[in-house]
C-alpha cells in the first residue's frame, strides 16, 4: 500500500489534528500502533466523520468489509450505543486478536462480532440489511462491491469506501491492480443508478453514497 500523503496542504492537516478534541486511551494507543507499526488506519479526522454518519441515520446494524484491528468500528461502536451491531471482517487472525482486545478495554466487545476471512463471502453469509457499510478491503477487490451494496444496503443507508483518492495514484498514466481496482470501482459507483455519490478530499478520499 502507498504511503498516505496528506491532501491538504502539511500545516492545514496538522492544524485540523491539532484543533479536534483528544481522542479517549485506547483510540489513542491504536493510533500509535498504527504509527509504529506503518499500518494503515482511517485516522481521527475520518473517525469523526464515520461517527456523524451513524449517529445521523440512526445506523444499528453496520458491515465492515476488512476492519483491521478495528479502529473504524470503535469510532461507529460508540455513536450506535449498546443496541447497535458492528459486523467486522479481517483476514488477518493478529488483527482480530488485537481488535477484540481494544474492544473489550473500551466496553465495546458486546456491539461487535468480528469474523476471520475473506470479507465478501463472510458478507454473503450475513442475513438482512445494513444501514452502513463500510468498504476498505484490498483495492482490486473493490468493484465487487458495488454490485454487493446494491443488494444489501437498505434504501437511505450509507456506503462509505475509504482510499478512492489513493494518494494521487488515481492520476496515473500506467495504474498498477489496486489503482485500477479504485478507478474501475469510482466509475460503476457513479454510473449505479442505485446510488448518489460524493467523493471527499479527506485523508485519502472517503467516498459517501447514498443508496437511493
Same mark, same amino acid.
Given at each position: 500500500? %502507498?504511503?498516505?500523503? %496528506?491532501?491538504?496542504?502539511?500545516?492545514?492537516? #496538522? +492544524?485540523?489534528?491539532?484543533? &479536534?478534541?483528544?481522542?479517549?486511551?485506547?483510540?489513542?494507543?491504536?493510533?500509535?500502533?498504527?504509527?509504529?507499526? #506503518?499500518? %494503515?488506519?482511517?485516522?481521527?479526522?475520518? @473517525?469523526?466523520?464515520?461517527?456523524?454518519?451513524?449517529?445521523?441515520?440512526?445506523? !444499528?446494524?453496520?458491515?465492515?468489509?476488512? /476492519?483491521?484491528?478495528?479502529? *473504524?468500528?470503535?469510532?461507529?461502536?460508540?455513536?450506535?450505543?449498546? /443496541? @447497535?451491531?458492528?459486523?467486522?471482517?479481517?483476514? #488477518?487472525?493478529?488483527?482480530?486478536? !488485537?481488535?477484540?482486545?481494544?474492544?473489550?478495554?473500551?466496553?465495546?466487545?458486546?456491539?461487535?462480532?468480528?469474523?476471520?476471512?475473506?470479507?465478501?463471502?463472510?458478507? &454473503?453469509?450475513?442475513?438482512?440489511?445494513?444501514?452502513?457499510?463500510?468498504?476498505?478491503?484490498?483495492?482490486?477487490? +473493490?468493484?465487487?462491491?458495488?454490485?454487493? &451494496?446494491?443488494?444489501?444496503?437498505?434504501?437511505?443507508?450509507?456506503?462509505?469506501?475509504?482510499?478512492?483518492?489513493?494518494?494521487?495514484?488515481?492520476?496515473?498514466?500506467?495504474? #498498477?491492480?489496486?489503482?485500477?481496482?479504485?478507478?474501475?470501482?469510482?466509475?460503476?459507483?457513479?454510473? /449505479?443508478? /442505485?446510488?448518489?455519490?460524493?467523493?471527499? %478530499?479527506?485523508?485519502?478520499?472517503? *467516498?459517501? *453514497?447514498?443508496?437511493?
Amino acid at each position: 500500500m %502507498p504511503k498516505i500523503w %496528506p491532501l491538504l496542504p502539511q500545516g492545514l492537516d #496538522d +492544524y485540523l489534528l491539532r484543533v &479536534a478534541p483528544e481522542r479517549e486511551p485506547v483510540l489513542q494507543e491504536m493510533e500509535a500502533l498504527a504509527k509504529e507499526k #506503518d499500518f %494503515p488506519i482511517i485516522g481521527p479526522l475520518v @473517525g469523526r466523520f464515520l461517527y456523524q454518519l451513524a449517529h445521523l441515520t440512526k445506523a !444499528r446494524r453496520i458491515l465492515e468489509l476488512g /476492519s483491521g484491528y478495528g479502529y *473504524s468500528a470503535f469510532w461507529f461502536a460508540r455513536a450506535i450505543g449498546a /443496541s @447497535g451491531r458492528i459486523f467486522c471482517t479481517e483476514g #488477518d487472525e493478529e488483527n482480530a486478536r !488485537r481488535a477484540r482486545d481494544f474492544f473489550k478495554r473500551g466496553r465495546i466487545k458486546a456491539r461487535i462480532e468480528y469474523r476471520i476471512g475473506d470479507a465478501l463471502k463472510l458478507a &454473503a453469509k450475513l442475513p438482512g440489511k445494513f444501514d452502513i457499510i463500510l468498504c476498505d478491503i484490498d483495492k482490486w477487490e +473493490y468493484p465487487a462491491v458495488v454490485t454487493f &451494496a446494491e443488494k444489501r444496503l437498505k434504501k437511505g443507508g450509507v456506503l462509505v469506501t475509504d482510499n478512492l483518492l489513493w494518494s494521487a495514484q488515481v492520476l496515473d498514466e500506467n495504474p #498498477d491492480k489496486n489503482t485500477q481496482g479504485i478507478l474501475e470501482y469510482t466509475q460503476k459507483l457513479y454510473a /449505479s443508478k /442505485s446510488f448518489f455519490t460524493t467523493i471527499l %478530499p479527506l485523508r485519502d478520499g472517503v *467516498s459517501v *453514497s447514498i443508496r437511493l
